[in-house]
């Protein structure tokens, strides 16, 4: 089944203590990005990546990094949460541009 | 002033009615998307525009360049199409999507 899978689904965590959201798809789609979901602000884009080793700052990149050794993974890191960056985050692929969502990944940072 | 803007925010339909979703923007832009957000929080692609409409099922879409305007349209709209519909535009400058804050769409029976 053609899917975006992303772990964990939900997150608690503490200031400061580094974690990494994996993303992977089995679709060989070549472009994939990373989506921030916040109440009032809508759906915003962190990084994308249009093959491997090839990453792009979205609108809100700050605090985040990627990286993209392989096509089917895009992990988001984050080296030190802090609260703000409590939010709903969703990764997606994309081949001719159709977007398919993974199910999100709910993160809070206390 | 937001890039994307969505009209309306919300929206209350009886099962039956034509529904209208619309987006307007201010970017140059290479393609429009429109997304459904289910209430369980997924998210899927309905179409991607650059010219003209498409159309699928009771769902259409049309998109004027001209006057940089999308519109979603729903037809004998049921309460499974209640969801929260968002229009996003890809930059013609960049792959970047840039979003707008969506429209709730409830359906009534």
Same mark, same amino acid.
């Given at each position: %089944?053609?899917?975006?899978?992303? &772990?964990?689904?939900?997150?608690?965590?503490?200031?400061?203590?580094?974690?990494?959201?994996?993303?992977?798809?089995?679709? &060989?789609?070549?472009?994939?990005?990373?989506?921030?979901?916040?109440?009032? *602000?809508?759906?915003?884009?962190?990084?994308?990546?249009?093959?491997?080793? @090839?990453?792009?700052?979205?609108?809100?990149?700050?605090?985040?990094?990627? +990286?993209?050794? %392989?096509?089917?993974?895009?992990?988001?890191?984050?080296?030190?949460?802090?609260?703000?960056?409590?939010?709903?985050?969703?990764?997606?692929?994309? *081949?001719?541009?159709?977007?398919?969502?993974?199910?999100?990944?709910? *993160?809070?940072?206390? | 002033?937001?890039? @994307?803007?969505?009209?309306?925010?919300? *929206?209350?339909?009886?099962?039956?009615?034509?529904?209208?979703?619309?987006?307007?923007? #201010?970017?140059?832009? #290479?393609?429009?998307?429109?997304?459904?957000?289910?209430?369980?929080?997924?998210?899927?692609?309905?179409?991607?525009?650059?010219?003209?409409?498409?159309?699928?099922?009771?769902?259409?879409?049309?998109? &004027?360049?001209? %006057?940089?305007? +999308? +519109?979603?349209?729903?037809?004998? #709209?049921?309460?499974?199409? #209640?969801?929260?519909?968002?229009?996003?535009?890809?930059?013609? @400058?960049?792959?970047?999507?840039?979003?707008?804050?969506?429209?709730?769409?409830?359906?009534?029976?």
């Amino acid at each position: %089944e053609a899917q975006v899978t992303q &772990n964990p689904r939900y997150l608690i965590t503490v200031t400061g203590k580094k974690l990494t959201v994996t993303c992977s798809q089995n679709m &060989n789609h070549e472009y994939m990005s990373w989506y921030r979901q916040d109440p009032g *602000l809508g759906l915003r884009q962190i990084y994308y990546s249009m093959n491997v080793e @090839v990453t792009d700052k979205g609108d809100v990149p700050e605090g985040y990094k990627v +990286s993209r050794k %392989e096509k089917r993974n895009f992990p988001l890191i984050l080296e030190s949460p802090s609260p703000n960056q409590t939010s709903l985050y969703f990764c997606a692929s994309s *081949l001719g541009g159709t977007q398919y969502f993974g199910p999100g990944t709910r *993160l809070t940072v206390l | 002033k937001n890039e @994307v803007e969505q009209s309306p925010q919300n *929206l209350t339909a009886q099962e039956g009615e034509f529904i209208t979703i619309n987006c307007s923007y #201010s970017v140059g832009i #290479s393609a429009l998307h429109w997304l459904q957000q289910h209430p369980g929080g997924g998210i899927v692609s309905l179409f991607m525009l650059s010219s003209g409409k498409k159309k699928h099922g009771r769902l259409i879409a049309t998109i &004027n360049i001209q %006057e940089k305007h +999308s +519109s979603l349209h729903i037809t004998a #709209s049921h309460p499974r199409d #209640s969801a929260v519909y968002i229009c996003a535009v890809r930059r013609d @400058v960049a792959q970047k999507l840039v979003f707008g804050q969506g429209t709730r769409l409830t359906i009534n029976p």
